[in-house]
């Protein structure tokens, strides 16, 4: 077996949704911040990410973070999230999966009831509790970055439907949020092509006729999340399809996802602090969200929210790069 790369990783799924996480390879990124650290990897080593994410080591729906020295002393970690589409500035389901990794692997001193991870991401801090079992990782709830609704009642014109009414929402990375509705497509896996086909239509649009900007950092931009809530979707629960760029779905209910749609919904006046939020996926699992704190950016009123899910190792790994692989990169189809 002949290698001039060796990557080495522990496979887990969030609540459906794979999460890859590389604990060795990779060695230090450049950076004196992760989001430092993000930018410098997508200008020179975007290839580790095709080379795990995409075909054929990865797949067209594949996720995974790798784990960094951390650049704050108040942090265990440092993590990077990568996917098919490129390094997302925060992943839920990926923290979710990264934390149980590091309990179940005995990478951090592991404590019970609750041991506590502080990770250093691109969006900034974020705590991880592991609630744990006889050693066992059984559930994590994550206190996610300051959430907030950018826009409420917009409205933007997607062929062939017309003019589509949604809010665009913050929860670690922009998400427009639609009413399945109101593009006349039944809530059914078996319509998922028609469901993917207008949630990459609305992207589309949006970023065309009005692309988010980050106010406090204009190169967190743009949309590359649909959220498509199912009808009958309320402040208590909530259905929905999560269409992400390039063209997949989120098989988890989203962690960011759903820092967004609970923000969305306190902008609104319908979710509350303190209040528990049941996200369900297009698979049927479930996030229990809840805002804890309000706050300020600017003009815009924020809210902090945790997310609670369940992640399950898969499995391990070591994928091995040979010189004369023809996909040294991967490979999209």
Request: aromatic residues 0%; contains cysteine.
């Given at each position: 077996m002949r290698s001039n790369r060796i990557f080495h990783a522990v496979d887990s799924h969030t609540e459906g949704m794979p999460t890859r996480v590389i604990t060795g390879g990779v060695g230090v990124i450049p950076g004196d911040t992760m989001f430092a650290r993000r930018r410098y990897f997508l200008d020179h080593l975007d290839h580790i990410r095709t080379f795990l994410m995409n075909e054929p080591r990865g797949h067209a729906a594949m996720s995974g973070a790798i784990l960094q020295p951390p650049t704050r002393p108040d942090a265990d970690f440092g993590v990077l999230y990568i996917e098919?589409?490129?390094?997302?500035?925060m992943c839920g389901h990926g923290t979710i999966g990264v934390a149980t990794v590091l309990v179940e692997t005995g990478m951090v001193e592991v404590t019970e009831p609750t041991t506590t991870i502080r990770l250093d991401t691109?969006?900034?801090l974020v705590v991880a509790e592991v609630r744990v079992v006889d050693g066992a990782a059984k559930s994590v709830t994550l206190r996610n970055v300051p959430s907030f609704a950018l826009g409420l009642d917009r409205t933007v014109r997607v062929e062939p439907w017309g003019d589509i009414p949604y809010?665009?929402?913050f929860g670690g990375n922009f998400y427009a949020i639609v009413p399945l509705e109101a593009l006349g497509i039944p809530f059914e896996r078996a319509e998922k092509q028609r469901i993917l086909d207008a949630g990459l239509a609305v992207m589309?649009?949006?970023?065309?006729?009005?692309?988010p900007v980050h106010p406090g950092n204009p190169e967190i931009n743009g949309c590359h999340h649909v959220y498509l809530a199912a009808p009958g979707s309320d402040a208590r629960r909530s259905r929905h399809a999560m269409v992400i760029h390039p063209g997949w779905f989120d098989r988890s209910p989203c962690g960011t996802g759903t820092s967004a749609r609970m923000a969305q919904l306190h902008a609104r006046g319908e979710l509350t602090l303190d209040t528990d939020f049941d996200n369900e996926s297009f698979i049927g699992t479930h996030f229990t969200g809840r805002l804890v704190e309000e706050g300020r950016l600017g003009d815009l009123t924020t809210v902090t929210p945790t997310i609670t899910g369940r992640a399950w190792i898969t499995g391990t790994a070591q994928f091995h790069r040979d010189p004369e692989d023809p996909f040294p990169a991967g490979f999209v189809l």
């Open positions: 098919v589409s490129g390094c997302l500035p691109p969006a900034g809010d665009l929402a589309a649009a949006v970023d065309e006729q009005d692309r």
